[in-house]
Structure formats: structure tokens, C-alpha cells
């Protein structure tokens, strides 16, 4: 069993930076294919960004890419997600995600097998 706990969230001005960290606990976390997935309120959850259990392959939405940057320590069991230039539409809540298969069609929804808990990000204009 893997269990993630997202941290980092908060509330920025549009432009502005945050953080967010995943935590995860489960013996094979150095082998998962790992993301995080957003969720603003009345929309699906979307993919935002991915990274391969060696941390050499990183995938993003394109709504993201330039802003965000996906990251991970192995030996730390933990991923991160460094959000840069913010937008209102980046308000969401940010989910930590984890799926034992590579990460061929990290976006889609059903085929992961670990969500932590989420983190809610605020954008304001």
C-alpha cells in the first residue's frame, strides 16, 4: 500500500510562486510513475505534470509548461511540484498521484492507483 500527503498549498497573488510537496509512504515508491492532477470547482480532474520513477522523463499539460517544474527525491520518497508565474486559473485543488505502470498516458484519470488527499492552490487577480 502507498499512502501520499500533499503540503504546500496556499493562497498567492496571480504571478506569484508556491511550492507543493508530496510525501509518500509504501516500499515501492522509487518504482511508481508519479504526477499531480488538479481539480478546479465544476470541472474534470486534469493531468498537470508527470515524472518517471527515475526522475529522467518529465511530462506536462501545456497550459503549464514554462511555469511549473516536476521534481523528485527517491531517497526522500518524496515529489515536488515547483508552480512559477501563477494564474487565476491555476486555482484548484492539486492532487499527488501515483500509478505502479510507466508513465505512457500519465493524464488519464483512471489508471492511477494512489491519490493523496489534496492541496488546495488560490490564485487571486
Known amino acids: 500500500q502507498v499512502q501520499l500527503v500533499e503540503s504546500g498549498g496556499g493562497s498567492v497573488q496571480a504571478g506569484g510562486s508556491l511550492r507543493l510537496s508530496c510525501a509518500a509512504s509504501?516500499?515501492?515508491?522509487?518504482?511508481?510513475?508519479m504526477s499531480w492532477f488538479r481539480q478546479a470547482p465544476g470541472k474534470e480532474r486534469e493531468g498537470v505534470a508527470a515524472i518517471s520513477s527515475g526522475g529522467a522523463f518529465t511530462m506536462y499539460t501545456d497550459s503549464v509548461k514554462g511555469r511549473f517544474t516536476i521534481s523528485r527525491e527517491n531517497d526522500k520518497n518524496t515529489m515536488y511540484l515547483q508552480m512559477n508565474s501563477l494564474k487565476p486559473e491555476d486555482t484548484a485543488i492539486y492532487y499527488c498521484?501515483?500509478?505502479?505502470?510507466?508513465?505512457?498516458?500519465?493524464?488519464?484519470?483512471?489508471?492511477?492507483?494512489?491519490w493523496g488527499q489534496g492541496t488546495q492552490v488560490t490564485v487571486s487577480s
Open positions: 509504501g516500499y515501492i515508491y522509487s518504482g511508481h510513475c
Open positions: 498521484a501515483a500509478r505502479q505502470t510507466p508513465c505512457g498516458g500519465w493524464f488519464r484519470v483512471y489508471d492511477v492507483d494512489y
